[in-house]
């Protein structure tokens, strides 16, 4: 018994230690030869084979796809489809490999033609950059009948240019891709010992947000979003995808959103051809501005990618930033740049040595001593290995046999004068060589500068960035969120709520909107959007909260239940726990709120208060003026109005608002509106004042204080307040004749949120200059060096004020060295012009 149980653990011992081998073994396998690069040459396995197999069949033609794929089959053990698709993902890249034929979209997520059906070759970058078998490191491939390379001497940040994904057993990598140009920038600011900076750029171009990119790092995130365009009112444009996503997927994520009832559209429609475009139909009365948010909000055309830069270094998984990763690759390359030079300088002295020999054997008649009649072979070998003695103190190194050997089988001829001049005129671009390679390695930080250099000049043509970097603006979802949802109010018995459909209809709203309701007892409460909720009964006034609003101002007198006293106060609400009752009367449950008023501007009312007629007061009938009294906060007891009871109090005036005008600041950094100090300063707005926008193209805008509004800060040139007699000066460039026109004009035009262009329409017309001083003066810089001259101009003396769709009158000639500016009124009074 006891040796079966022996028996037993034993075979359990010895199971337990080959899963936990085999599963290291496997996990190892997994993160070296499969999902994670090599820092050496930022490749896979199967990427290096895919390349290496390629060489093998180059001729500089296209191949099949499929050829190549069976090529790299030799090396690579797992099969055609994971070749297939590394392949393809390569050649979607477009750097490495030339494609021909459909091989997909990543912007709409077409797949490639079948593999028999498309052709590849190695790119003219590919051969300059990944291939030396000189400088090569090679090892067996699996089956151990060929050579495959251990990793391709990569002269060039590969890694960081592809990008690489990979998911392991217990690890994962995400490296994201960053334009060729940059790279080079980045390589040449290193090896010059300057600090530079990388930042992704996608195939799929859109915009990204690197605030937070920690150098590719754990724990880095990139924000992308999709380009929007505004075509008109009730028309959206995308024009771009961000990393990963679709054009199928982010229409889903479009389509989802409507019917979640975060946006609003009638249709959505993929018109995407040689470009990006999706075509957004909005709802009847949708904001445009707050569906482009949304979009942002709700749907892919924001996504958040995470970074995790792993690589394999030694043989071990290392997590590594990516200016680190520039630095190791470029270091290599230095080291292979070295390798080459090295070896060419090696060539080149060997061609010396023997082109030395070769003038000598001619030059000096040593190939005389093969016409003498010596006995042996050998011996004609000494004979002439003696000849060659007296002059090989000019050689670099020793006469060898083979050397010897090498001149004998050199057909005799006779030997011209021009020959003897042909060799040493070999030997002299032969020295000039060895001369610049021995120069190349000495200076080699400058050699390698010069490589990037090289490589920017002739493989960086079209390979502009395609991501545009922005910082974004954070948005909050319930100011966004499209009121979808309809509240309704059973006042009497004091419910809230969804459902209530057979009650009174209060506001439509979002759900995630607070609502903030008032009973006649003088009971606050606030509560979120549901299908029915409990506030009090007799609910005297709901409405959606506003956190923070401290311009909305509430009017309310109530008789205290105990002492019978009817107070009066003002009050806002900033900031409360939801679901909390909050007492606004002193407390009495027989307290009753006669009176109650909400004001978004805090307007101060005038009531009429009617007192019991049975009580022992002279005047029955009262007048209360609400401005008369401060805004408090929302626990205080109020003002004393009357001790006498109340009858009922009347709405008897309207009141002004008690508040003054609130500033309103334009953030140009991020195109919006605000109240809370950001960017410039606007003045101060009461509610009815308006905007006036002029952006670059030469149109203006007339426009409310609305704060959900987006501006494009690179074309806006100008933002303040509206008045309607203020004079512009404007100085566009008429393209089509050559000159700068200046005009002056008042804004005539009503219609709000409306573009209006003022300048003549043409093609590369476009705004110069544009003021709303009252007398602004013109500076005008033309010319360069001995040419350049400065002009000053009064605007106001050259042209009188005309219709805002006047051409205006020709200011100057156009030329490309003209700069306009406008002079402030400080220096202009100095020099006496106003």
């Known amino acids: 018994m006891k040796n079966k149980n022996y028996e037993h653990v034993q075979t359990d011992h010895g199971i337990n230690g080959q899963y936990k081998s085999w599963f290291l073994d496997y996990a190892s396998y997994v993160i070296l030869e499969r999902a994670v690069p090599a820092v050496e040459d930022g490749l896979k396995p199967v990427q290096r084979r895919i390349l290496h197999a390629m060489k093998e069949m180059d001729d500089g033609r296209f191949n099949k796809v499929a050829n190549i794929i069976g090529q790299s089959m030799q090396y690579h053990p797992h099969g055609d489809a994971s070749i297939g698709d590394a392949l393809v993902n390569m050649g979607q890249k477009g750097l490495l490999i030339d494609t021909q034929g459909n091989w997909g979209d990543v912007r709409t997520g077409d797949d490639a033609a079948a593999s028999r059906y498309i052709e590849a070759r190695l790119s003219k970058l590919a051969h300059e950059i990944v291939f030396n078998p000189k400088t090569t490191n090679w090892q067996l491939s699996y089956d151990g009948r060929k050579n495959e390379p251990v990793t391709l001497p990569v002269k060039f940040p590969l890694l960081l240019a592809h990008g690489a994904e990979g998911i392991a057993v217990g690890l994962a990598t995400k490296i994201l891709p960053h334009n060729f140009c940059e790279l080079c920038d980045a390589a040449i600011k290193y090896l010059k010992g300057r600090k530079f900076d990388l930042y992704p750029d996608f195939l799929t171009g859109a915009m990204a947000d690197v605030t937070d990119y920690n ?17 008109d009112k009730k028309t959206l444009a995308v024009r771009s995808v961000p990393f990963g996503v679709t054009t199928s997927s982010l229409m889903d994520s479009i389509v989802k959103a409507n019917d979640a009832g975060k946006i609003k559209i009638k249709k959505v429609t993929d018109n995407t051809a040689a470009e990006v475009e999706i075509q957004i139909d909005l ?3 949708i904001s445009p501005d707050i569906t482009i948010d949304a979009l942002y909000k709700f749907t892919d055309c924001e996504v958040s990618v995470a970074t995790n830069a792993c690589v394999i270094v030694d043989q071990k998984p290392v997590f590594i930033g990516v200016h680190e990763l520039l630095r190791l690759s470029v270091d290599r390359t230095k080291d292979l740049l070295q390798k080459e030079l090295e070896i060419r300088l090696g060539e080149l002295q060997e061609k010396w040595h023997y082109t030395s020999l070769e003038k000598i054997f001619f030059e000096e008649k040593i190939y005389k001593e093969l016409e003498k009649k010596h006995d042996t072979w050998e011996l004609v070998i000494k004979a002439i290995d003696k000849a060659f003695q007296p002059f090989a103190k000019h050689l670099r190194r020793p006469i060898t046999r083979e050397d010897i050997l090498k001149l004998t089988e050199k057909p005799v001829r006779r030997i011209y004068k021009l020959d003897i001049d042909e060799l040493n005129e070999q030997i002299r671009g032969l020295e000039a060589e060895i001369k610049q390679v021995n120069h190349d390695l000495a200076h080699l930080n400058e050699y390698a500068i010069s490589y990037y250099e090289n490589l920017l000049k002739k ?12 910082v974004f603006e954070v948005i909050e979802a319930k100011h966004v969120a499209i009121a979808n949802t309809r509240i309704f109010i059973n006042r009497a018995d004091g419910f809230i709520g969804t459902s209530l459909k057979k009650d009174e209809f209060l506001v439509e709203c979002s759900d995630l909107d607070d609502i903030i309701a008032f009973t006649k007892r003088g009971i606050m409460k606030i509560v979120k959007v549901q299908d029915k909720v409990f506030i009090g009964k007799d609910i005297i006034h709901a409405a959606v909260f506003r956190k923070g609003d401290d311009r909305m101002t509430y009017n309310m007198m109530y008789t205290d239940g105990e002492t019978g006293t009817t107070y009066a106060k003002r009050f806002n609400v900033t900031g409360i ?19 109650f008023t909400a004001n978004p501007n805090g307007e101060a009312e005038v009531v009429r208060i009617i007192l019991s007629p049975n009580c022992s007061a002279k005047k029955k009938e009262l007048d209360f003026f609400f401005e008369e009294i401060e805004i408090k906060a929302r ?11 109340v009858r009922q109090v009347r709405f008897k005036e309207a009141g002004v608002a008690t508040l003054g005008a609130i500033k309103l600041w334009y953030d140009d950094k991020f195109g ?3 109240h809370d100090g950001k960017g410039i300063e606007l003045g101060d707005f009461d509610a009815e004042d308006r905007l006036l926008v002029i952006y670059s193209d030469g149109s203006y805008e007339i426009t409310d204080q609305e704060l959900t509004q987006r501006f494009n800060p690179e074309e806006v040139w100008l933002v303040e307040k509206f008045e309607p007699q203020r004079i512009i000066t404007a100085v566009y460039l008429d393209a089509d004749k050559l000159q700068f026109n200046v005009k002056r004009f008042r804004i005539e035009t009503q219609t709000l949120k409306t573009k209006f262009t003022f300048i003549k329409e043409g093609k590369n017309n476009k705004l110069e200059a544009v003021s709303t001083e009252a007398d602004p003066v013109l500076l005008v810089n033309s010319g360069k060096g001995a040419q350049a001259r400065a002009s000053k101009f009064k605007v106001a003396n ?14 100057i000639d156009f030329s490309k060295s003209t700069e306009l500016s406008w002079e402030v009124k400080e220096e202009a009074k100095q020099v006496g012009l106003f």
């Open 215 to 231: 150098q590719g790092m754990r724990g880095g995130r990139v924000k992308v979003r999709a380009h929007i365009e505004e075509i």
């Open 283 to 285: 709802a009847p009365g």
């Open 459 to 470: 493989f960086g043509k079209g390979r502009d960035r395609k991501t545009e970097l922005k």
């Open 577 to 595: 726990t939801r679901d909390k009752e909050y007492d606004l009367t002193k407390g009495h449950d027989k307290s009753k709120v006669h009176y």
């Open 635 to 645: 626990g205080s007891m109020g003002n004393q109005v009357t001790k006498y009871p």
């Open 672 to 674: 919006r509106l605000n």
């Open 798 to 811: 050259l042209v009188e004020v005309m219709g805002w769709k006047a051409v205006g009158a020709k200011l």
